[in-house]
């Protein structure tokens, strides 16, 4: 049965896609911005295990390097992230939202009486 939660984080995954669709930024200043929102979605909010661990694998891959002058993690390994790296970081976004849709579009009669209202 799909949740709220599940609601959630597909909505918050649409607004970081939307992040790094628009923009003329380098993919870099876009992936900072779409992780605020990233960042909104616990892995709790996913339904499925290797959804999870996609997401939770995007979030490292955004915050692995240590905070330095002053700049939080993000930051720092947003700097450090060359054009091709940051890209498949995006595309793997992109393919967790999908996944996601699908998942919830399959289960789709099972919407919480909430998602009925909306």
């Known amino acids: 049965m799909v949740t709220d939660s599940n609601l959630y984080a597909l909505e918050k995954l649409n607004e970081a ?3 790094l669709v ?3 930024d380098r993919v870099q200043a876009r992936l900072g911005k779409a992780m605020r929102y ?3 979605i616990t892995p709790g909010y996913v339904p499925d295990s290797e959804l ?3 997401l939770v694998g995007i979030k490292d891959d955004l ?3 240590g ?3 002053g700049e939080g993690r993000v930051e720092a390994t947003l700097r450090g992230l060359d054009d091709e790296d940051a ?3 995006a595309v793997r976004i992109l393919e967790l939202h999908n996944r996601l849709w699908e998942l919830i579009r399959h289960q789709g009669s ?3 009486a909430s998602a009925a209202k909306r």
């Open 22 to 24: 628009a923009g003329a």
């Open 67 to 69: 905070p330095t002058h």
């Open 38 to 40: 990233l960042m909104e």
């Open 110 to 112: 099972e919407l919480p």
């Open 52 to 54: 999870r661990q996609m």
């Open 87 to 89: 890209s498949a970081i």
């Open 17 to 19: 896609l939307y992040c």
């Open 63 to 65: 915050t692995f390097a």
